[in-house]
C-alpha cells in the first residue's frame, strides 16, 4: 500500500512524523484496508476537482444560497453514483465510508443525500416488501426526494406516544392519514423543510374495528414531484434557521384526511388485508416491537460514527496545531511546541485514544446491525434474530451518547487548545461543534435513550434471578453478568504503574462497575417500590447515579471490550501492537476515571494506591504517545481541501496558511461600507439621557 498512498508534504511537522514508533500508512491499510482506502481518496478527489464543491474556509453564505448549494451538491453526487445498490449488497462498509467522506466535507450535503437513500430508502427496502420496490427506484434517480418523519412537535424520544394516525378505509382499500392537532405535527424531520416529495411517516395504525395496531410506517406523497407544491391535505414548511447544519432543510408536516393506497403500509412486520384485518408473522407483540426496534437503531448505529468523525476533524486540527505552535521553553529564546507540555497532551491525547476506540467500536457495531438487516431480509423469525434486534437497540441507545458527548467535549477541547485561533471560523472548529451538537438530541435525547438501555440490563437480572438459565446474548454484550458475584468479589488488581497500564485492568474494573451499578440500581427501584412508589416514578428517582451511570459503564466496557479484543487479535500487526495497546489501555483508564467515586463507593478500590496509579498511568501513557500523536491523526485525517482548515493542513506551515486564507477574505482591506457614520454627526455625549 506504500506506493499508493502519497507521502505526506514536508514541513514544520517532519519532527514529530520521523519520531513516530509506527508506519503511519501500514496503520493505514490495517484500518481500512487497500480497497476502502482507494475508494475515499477517489471520492476526495472527485469532490475537490468539482467546481460545484468549490469553497473558501469560513465563508459567510446566506441561508437561501446555502440550501441552494447544498441541493446542487447532492444533485451532483446522483450524477456520480460513487455506489450502486449491488456494490452497497456486496461490501455494506462502503456506504458508511461514503458517509465519512462526505461528512468530513460538509454534514449539510451528506445528512441530505443519505436521509433521501439511507433513512427514506433504506427503511422502506428494509421494512416493505416485493411491492414497495418503485419508491425505492424512485429515489434512487431522484424522480421523487425522500424524507423519515418519525418525531412530532410534541412528542420526541417516547416513539410510542405518537400521535398521527392512519386508519384503514376498507371501502376504498385505502389508509387515512390524519394529524388530530398542530402539537402532533411531524417535526424536524431533514429534507422536509423545502424539498423532500414523499416521506415515511410513523402513525398509529386503526383498522376498521377502531383497534389500535401500534405504530407503522407508511410511504406518504407531501409534495408533487414536477412542481415541488404541496399535495391536498398536507401543510408541509420549513422550520427555520438551526445552530449548525444549515445547508439541510428541516420541516414540519401536518396531514388532514391524506388518503393513500394499502400498499403504502411498509408490511414486513405487519400488513393489513383488503378487508380490514390485520395480519403479522408475529404471535408475541413483543417480538414484533423487538424487530422493529432493531429496525430503528439504524440512525443510533450511524450518528456513533457521525460523532467519531467530528471529532477525529478536531483532532487533526488541534494535534498538528500543538506540533506546530511553539510558546515559552526553558530558555527565553527557545521556545518549544506546546504539544510538549503535560497539560496540553492530557487535554488531547485521551480523546486521541477514544477516537481509535470509537473508529474500531463504530466499524464494529454496525456490522452487527447488517447482520440483522440481513436477518430481516431473510425473514428470519427466530428467537435468535429478535433478541438480536433487542441487543442492538440497548447498544445503540448508548453508543449514541456515548460517541456524541466524546465529541461534543473532544471538539471544545479542541477549540480551546488551539487557543484565540481556533476562534477563528476559517479554522472550523466553530462549525464542527456546532454540526456536531444535535447528535446529541435527535433519534432520541441522550439521556432518554440510556434508560433503554438499563431496562435491558435490569431486565436480564430480572430474568437471572427468577430461573432464566443463563444471562447470554447474540453479541455476549451481557455474558459476563452470569458471573455476577464473583466479579462482585474482585479487587483492583494492579500494584504498579507498569501493571496498571495493561488494557485487561480496565476492562475488569469495567466487569465490576457494571455488576456493582446494575445491583445498585435493581436495589434502588425496590426501595423506591416498597415505599409506596408506582413503577413510573420509582424508574425517574433511579436515574441519577443509578440507572444513567449504569447504561453509560455498560456502553464503555462494551466499546473498551471491543478495542482490546482487536489489539489482542492475531491478524493485527506485530508492529503495530504497542502503539494501540498504548491508546486502548489509556481509553479505558480514562474513561474509568471519571467512576473513580463509584469504585471507592463499592469497595473495589481501598486507599490511596488505585486512584495514584491510575492517574499516573493516564500521564504516563499521555507522554509515551506524544510523539506518536501525529502520525496517529495523519492516519485519520482527510486531505487539506476536504479537512478545510488552514490551521490542519497537512503541511504543517500554520502562520503561513491562516495568513494566507485571512488575507483572500471579502473585503479584509476595505473600509465599511457605513464609514461615514463614523466620518461624521458625531455624536451629543449624554443627549438621549433622561431627564428624570
Known amino acids: 500500500m506504500d506506493h499508493e498512498v502519497p507521502d505526506l508534504p514536508t514541513g514544520p511537522l517532519d519532527s514529530y512524523r520521523k519520531k513516530a514508533s509506527f508506519n503511519w500508512k501500514e496503520m493505514l491499510k490495517f484500518m481500512e484496508g487497500e480497497e476502502n482506502h482507494a475508494f475515499k481518496q477517489h471520492v476526495f478527489k472527485t469532490l475537490e476537482n468539482d467546481p460545484v464543491f468549490a469553497r473558501h474556509p469560513g465563508e459567510d453564505v446566506p441561508l437561501e444560497k446555502m440550501r441552494e448549494l447544498t441541493f446542487l451538491r447532492v444533485k451532483q453526487l446522483f450524477r456520480y453514483s460513487f455506489l450502486t445498490n449491488e456494490e452497497i449488497m456486496t461490501n455494506p462498509w462502503k456506504s458508511v465510508l461514503l458517509n465519512d467522506c462526505l461528512g468530513m466535507y460538509d454534514w449539510s450535503v451528506a445528512t441530505k443525500y443519505f436521509l433521501n437513500k439511507g433513512m427514506f430508502g433504506a427503511t422502506v427496502a428494509n421494512t416493505g416488501s ?75 395504525l386503526y383498522t376498521p374495528d377502531q383497534v389500535c395496531h401500534g405504530l407503522h410506517s407508511f410511504v406518504v406523497p407531501v409534495r408533487d414531484p414536477k412542481t415541488l407544491l404541496a399535495l391536498p391535505g398536507v401543510l408541509v414548511g420549513d422550520i427555520g434557521k438551526k445552530l449548525g447544519q444549515n445547508g439541510l432543510d428541516n420541516g414540519f408536516a401536518s396531514f388532514h384526511n391524506v388518503r393513500i393506497p394499502r400498499e403504502n403500509l411498509l408490511n414486513r412486520t405487519g400488513d393489513v388485508t383488503p378487508d380490514g384485518c390485520y395480519v403479522t408473522p408475529f404471535k408475541d407483540p413483543n417480538k414484533r416491537f423487538g424487530v422493529s426496534l432493531g429496525a430503528l437503531s439504524g440512525g443510533r448505529v450511524s450518528i456513533t460514527r457521525i460523532s467519531l468523525i467530528n471529532l477525529s476533524l478536531a483532532l487533526t486540527v488541534a494535534i498538528r496545531f500543538s506540533a506546530t505552535r511553539r510558546q515559552f521553553g526553558p530558555k527565553p529564546l527557545e521556545e518549544v511546541p506546546v504539544l510538549e507540555y503535560q497539560l496540553q497532551q492530557w487535554r488531547l491525547i485521551p480523546y486521541l485514544a477514544a477516537a481509535y476506540a470509537l473508529e474500531n467500536f463504530s466499524k464494529s457495531i454496525f456490522m452487527n446491525f447488517v447482520e440483522f438487516q440481513m436477518g430481516l431480509l431473510m425473514r428470519d423469525k427466530s428467537d435468535r434474530q429478535s433478541e438480536l434486534g ?36 476559517m479554522n472550523r472548529l466553530g462549525d464542527l461543534r456546532n454540526d456536531n451538537d444535535p447528535n446529541c438530541t435527535y433519534e432520541g435525547d441522550n439521556n432518554v435513550l440510556l434508560q433503554q438501555t438499563s431496562n435491558y440490563l435490569l431486565g436480564w437480572l430480572h430474568a437471572k434471578q427468577h430461573g432464566a438459565a443463563r444471562i447470554e446474548s447474540p453479541l455476549h454484550s451481557v455474558d459476563f453478568l452470569d458471573d455476577f458475584h464473583n466479579i462482585l468479589e474482585s479487587r483492583f488488581p494492579a500494584a504498579t504503574t507498569e501493571q496498571c497500564m495493561d488494557a485487561a485492568v480496565p476492562v475488569a474494573a469495567y466487569r465490576w462497575l457494571v455488576c456493582f451499578l446494575l445491583e ?10 416498597a415505599s409506596g412508589k408506582d413503577e413510573f416514578e420509582a424508574r425517574n428517582n433511579s436515574q441519577v447515579y443509578f440507572c444513567r451511570s449504569l447504561a453509560m459503564a455498560y456502553i464503555e466496557h462494551n466499546c473498551l471490550q471491543r478495542f482490546h479484543e482487536r489489539v489482542v487479535d492475531q491478524d493485527t500487526p506485530a508492529g503495530l501492537r504497542p502503539v494501540l495497546n498504548k491508546l486502548c489501555a489509556l481509553y ?13 463507593q463499592g469497595n473495589y478500590c481501598s486507599g490511596e494506591k488505585p486512584a495514584e496509579l491510575i492517574q499516573t498511568s493516564i500521564v504516563t501513557l499521555c507522554s509515551q504517545l506524544k510523539d506518536d500523536a501525529v502520525a496517529l491523526v495523519d492516519v485519520l485525517a482527510p486531505p487539506d481541501f476536504i479537512l478545510n482548515s488552514p490551521l490542519g493542513n497537512a503541511d504543517g506551515q500554520l502562520y503561513r496558511n491562516l495568513w494566507s486564507v485571512m488575507m483572500q477574505g471579502s473585503q479584509v482591506l476595505e473600509r465599511p461600507s457605513w464609514w461615514k457614520e463614523f466620518c461624521s454627526d458625531k455624536p451629543v455625549v449624554g443627549s438621549l439621557r433622561s431627564k428624570l
Not at 390 to 403: Q, V
Not at 521 to 528: A, D, F, G, V
Request: with cysteine; charged share 20%; hydrophobic share 30%.
Open 588 to 600: 479505558g483508564l480514562w474513561s474509568l476515571s471519571s467512576h473513580m467515586a463509584t469504585l471507592y
Open 130 to 204: 416485493e411491492r414497495h420496490s418503485k419508491h425505492v427506484k424512485n429515489c434512487d434517480d431522484m424522480t421523487t426526494f425522500g424524507c423519515f418523519a418519525l418525531t412530532e412537535l410534541s412528542h420526541g424520544s417516547n416513539t410510542r406516544a405518537m400521535r398521527t394516525t392512519a386508519t384503514y378505509d376498507p371501502t376504498t382499500q385505502e389508509f387515512v392519514i390524519n394529524s388530530p392537532d398542530f402539537e402532533a405535527a411531524k417535526f424536524w424531520v431533514g429534507n422536509l423543510g423545502k424539498t423532500a416529495t414523499h416521506a415515511v411517516v410513523f402513525a398509529q
Open 520 to 529: 445498585k440500581s435493581q436495589k434502588r427501584l425496590k426501595e423506591q417500590k
Open 390 to 425: 433487542r441487543e442492538i437497540h440497548a447498544i445503540s441507545c448508548s453508543s449514541k451518547p456515548l460517541g456524541s458527548w466524546s465529541a461534543q467535549r473532544g471538539i471544545q477541547e479542541c477549540r480551546e487548545a488551539c487557543g484565540g485561533h481556533g476562534y477563528l471560523a
